[in-house]
């Protein structure tokens, strides 16, 4: 068995995917107003003295935190025509590709699995690794995240939950960004911007 794993964000996709559903979600100005905010840990992230889950965490309780999950879902799902828009000629090409060389398709990406898995069912890619949200009783998310942000060492954790037999198949990554080459080293074959 072939698994192909893709990054999401500047691998399948020309651009980051949370600051644009951001932007689709809330519009632009509340945008505009919460990266104004979060300005300083963002300036402190790219001068890497804070954390990218850190980061990413605050920026998203502050736009999400007590939206219904079911809200959450219907703009990841209208997200999804967003998203056809800016992916990569080549990446999409390649899935098609592995998918009829008969691969199993994964997505490994530290973006939220809500406004990604809409697009990847439509394209019959088989799984989504991402990073999930926390829903509190009353069906509204609490700001947090259910599982660990999916970068770096955290994807090869991920790929290895869902396929433990390591011997068993042959495992191809594409990625983009540091938070990929943990997935890229682990793999059999590994690509870094393979699609730019």
Not at 5 to 14: K, M, N, Q
Not at 94 to 115: D, F, K, P, R, Y
Not at 133 to 141: M, N, R, S
Request: charged share 20%; with cysteine; aromatic share 16%.
């Amino acid at each position: 068995m072939t698994i192909t794993a893709f990054d999401f964000d500047g691998t399948i996709t020309t651009k980051d995917t949370l600051l644009t559903f951001i932007k689709f979600s809330k519009g632009t100005w509340p945008f505009l107003v919460g990266f104004f905010l979060y300005s300083p840990l963002l300036i402190a992230y790219k001068l890497r003295l804070y954390p990218n889950w850190k980061v990413k965490q605050h920026i998203f309780s502050y736009f999400y935190k007590g939206t219904s999950i079911d809200q959450f879902n219907q703009w990841g799902a209208a997200f999804s025509e967003r998203i056809a828009k800016i992916v990569r000629p080549r990446a999409l090409t390649a899935i098609h590709t592995h998918q009829q060389e008969g691969c199993v398709l994964v997505i490994v990406s530290a973006s939220v699995e809500n406004w990604i898995t809409p697009w990847a069912a439509g394209q019959g890619i088989d799984r989504v690794l991402a990073t999930q949200v926390e829903i509190d009783q009353q069906g509204k998310l609490t700001g947090k995240f259910l599982t660990k942000n999916c970068y770096g060492r955290e994807k090869v954790n991920r790929i290895l939950e869902v396929f433990p037999r390591r011997a068993d198949y042959k495992l191809l990554a594409y990625g983009d960004s540091r938070g990929d080459l943990d997935l890229i080293e682990f793999a059999d074959e590994g690509y870094y911007h393979k699609f730019k």
